[in-house]
């Protein structure tokens, strides 16, 4: 009789907390702070997703000591995969850009110490109308496990028909492939990339170790300066595990200055977004190499408080304005407090006094600027800056 009435209570309880863990932040092992790497995209759309470009990139990591700073994923976008799915319903990599296949790719890649990733969507096709992930989640994340593939982003296209017209939201159809994911037992950073719709960023950590929170980035300052801009309003969803998403990497691609480049870098460092380079890494500028190289600003990304950085208002400043790029940013570090100034508008000095900073205060602090490398003691800071350049400062508590 006892065990009659307890066993429906026990069923019923631990359904419950499996909702509850459901509804948790993400813990897959993987991401527990921001991805560092390449993807195919930005470089050369389609044309970029080749095995050749991917080993080249990977040799490219490790020749310009990227891979020992840390840099790690080498990731493959949409146009990977064959315009079919195989007679078992398979994914099949394209033979004649993949020949070994991107499990053949995968060991290339895991014995030069790198990581791979791969690019999928939950409609029915991919943006570049591949076949998609839709009604064969679980078979999709079982190949990929196969395979060896390490990183997942999923995209958003051809979902209309299947989801968001019959008013299912991204928000119910993107557990779908975490679940997935998990259930192959393998650690696969997933990447959510659906453009920020349905206020992703208020529960994405819960579904993906990082979420897109915008619009495809364009290869231009607007495009750069409106991302970050928004991005910093989302500030307090990044955590261990879990990251707004303000997209690939612009760097090397020939339109932004070297300022703006440093710039790009910083916010999406300090906001703690994914570095993702989009650009050819074996032509890379020294300049653009040498931004990217900075390990004090890697060290800062990489921090495993995993805190983003967000704007602040010194007294006397006008507040930030919707959709436009800000000045004053400060985010806590582990060891520490990071301020970023942005020469938003053109040429300029700017000075903080920390006694304005969150996180710091009354007192004498250490601060050394990461990209000149100029560093001292006191109350406040100040710095001549280019249009649209940055400069990123870690501050202590001076002792
Ligand atoms: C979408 C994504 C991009 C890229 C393309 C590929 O636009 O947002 O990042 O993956 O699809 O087709």
Redesign the pocket.
């Known amino acids: 009789m006892l065990n009659k009435l307890l066993v429906p209570l026990i069923v019923l309880f631990s359904r419950a907390s499996s909702r509850t863990a459901s509804e948790k932040r993400l813990d897959n092992g993987v991401g527990r702070t921001p991805a560092l790497g390449w993807n195919s995209?930005n470089q050369g759309?389609c044309n970029a997703a080749s095995a050749t470009v991917v080993l080249n990139t990977a040799k490219a990591f490790v020749d310009l000591g990227l891979k020992d700073l840390g840099y790690t994923y080498v990731n493959i976008?949409?146009c990977w995969s064959a315009k079919q799915r195989n007679s078992t319903g398979h994914l099949v990599a394209d033979t004649s850009k993949f020949p070994k296949g991107i499990d053949g790719l995968a060991r290339e890649v895991h014995a030069m110490g790198l990581k791979l990733g791969l690019?999928g969507d939950a409609g029915t096709q991919?943006?570049?109308l591949y076949p998609g992930s839709y009604g064969s989640e679980q078979k999709d994340a079982d190949t990929l496990a196969a395979w060896g593939v390490d990183y997942w982003?999923f995209?958003n296209?051809l979902t209309e028909q299947v989801y968001t017209n019959k008013g299912i939201k991204s928000q119910q159809y993107y557990p779908i492939m975490r679940d997935a994911l998990l259930k192959t037992g393998r650690p696969i950073l997933f990447s959510i990339?659906q453009?920020g719709r349905d206020e992703v960023w208020t529960w994405g950590g819960k579904v993906g170790n990082s979420w897109?929170m915008s619009e495809?980035i364009q290869n231009n300052w607007a495009s750069v300066s409106s991302i970050a801009a928004r991005a910093a309003t989302m500030y307090q969803y990044a955590a261990p595990g879990g990251f707004n998403d303000l997209?690939?990497m612009e760097l090397g691609n020939g339109v932004l200055t070297e300022a703006e480049e440093r710039a790009h870098f910083g916010l999406w460092a300090i906001m703690k977004s994914p570095i993702i380079m989009g650009t050819d890494m074996t032509k890379l500028k020294a300049s653009t190499l040498n931004i990217i190289k900075n390990k004090g600003i890697l060290a800062i990304h990489q921090d495993p408080l995993g805190k983003a950085a967000t704007t602040f208002t010194p007294k006397g400043q006008p507040a930030p304005v919707s959709g436009k790029l800000y000045r004053y940013y400060a985010g806590p570090l582990s060891d520490g407090v990071v301020v970023g100034l942005v020469a938003a508008d053109g040429a300029e000095t700017l000075t903080v006094n920390f006694s304005d900073v969150p996180g710091l205060g009354a007192g004498s602090f250490t601060w050394t600027e990461l990209y000149s490398g100029r560093n001292g003691t006191g109350t406040s800071v100040s710095q001549r800056l280019a249009t649209h350049d940055m400069a990123v400062f870690k501050v202590v508590t001076h002792v």
Do not use: E, I, P, V
Request: charged share 40%; aromatic share 18%; with cysteine.
């Open positions: 995209w759309g976008d949409d690019y991919t943006c570049a982003k995209d296209c990339c453009w897109r495809d997209d690939m």
